[in-house]
């Protein structure tokens, strides 16, 4: 059986062992290696890394390819050659591949297949993870669906679920998630296998939409709650600026005022004792910051803060 595999980010990571345990032909679509990390180093993504340590390992000939876009007319030789290899697939599958797919490769394989972290038509489009903590939502999960012209409109096969814990971040989050993918590709493989797919329509009326994140800071005027929710949203990489220092915040909790008994100073942003450090807020709740980095440093907790950098207030 022959697997084609199109994916640039983290989600795919669980799946990709278990397809080089299980299939003979893999084939990855992905995003070309970038210049990486603070030395600018050109490095492969970590789906392309992990697909290649999983060839040497499984002694598996494969093929890869790299595109920026699907679309560029001076790339036409490589993608009909792509073109042609679908054409002999049996299951294709978009998995958080940062890559518009062209309608004219959905009917190729004899199934496409889009692995999407969110329980559609909830959240459809390329942010799912992140609008789902910015909206505190409780529960979420993987949904099974066929590739289709539209994002995330196609037809579902399965949906599976788990729970958002208080402290899940993005980066906890998706690699809960990634799990999950694992294990709902194997229910459709089952289902693929014994010719056992059912496919529902989904609900537009439902649906909610996302879009790419391209700002990651801290919007203040908002409550407590969606600071948090921001922060957990857009880990690593949430940020205020201080002093003319970006400041990134990384993790944060909700406390009640009224059962904090200290003695809190203050200043535009914070309001903080010789221990404990929140953002100002005029409400009944406040949000703590609990450890926080600030640029070109290593991450610190809130009081070595305070007594680096408030201390004079």
Known sequence: MQIVLFSSGSLSLKLIPYLFQNFSKLILVTKPDKPQDR???????????TFLENSTKFSKDTTIFEFE?????????????????????????CCDVGLIIPESFIDLPKIFINIHPSLLPLYRGPSPIQYTLLNDEKITGITICLLSKEVDKGDIILQKIIKIEEDDNFVTLKEK???????????????????????????????????????????????????????????????ITFKNKRIKILKTKIVERSELNLDLKENDLFLFSKNRLFFRGFTNKLSEILELQVEGKKPINSISFINGYLKNV
């Open 177 to 239: 998630l990634s799990q999950l993918a694992l294990t709902s590709f194997t229910t459709f493989l089952d289902l693929y296998k014994n010719n056992s797919i059912n496919f529902y329509k989904q609900d537009d009326e439902k649906a909610t939409f996302t879009l790419k994140i391209k700002d990651t800071s801290i919007d203040l005027s908002k409550g407590p709650i969606f600071i948090h929710n921001q922060v957990r949203a857009y880990f690593p990489d949430a940020y």
């Open 69 to 93: 876009s699907l679309k560029k007319i001076e790339q036409k030789e490589k993608l009909d050659e792509l073109k042609r290899i679908l054409k002999e697939t049996d299951i294709a599958i």
């Open 39 to 49: 030395h600018l180093k050109v490095k492969p993504n970590i789906v392309k890394q």
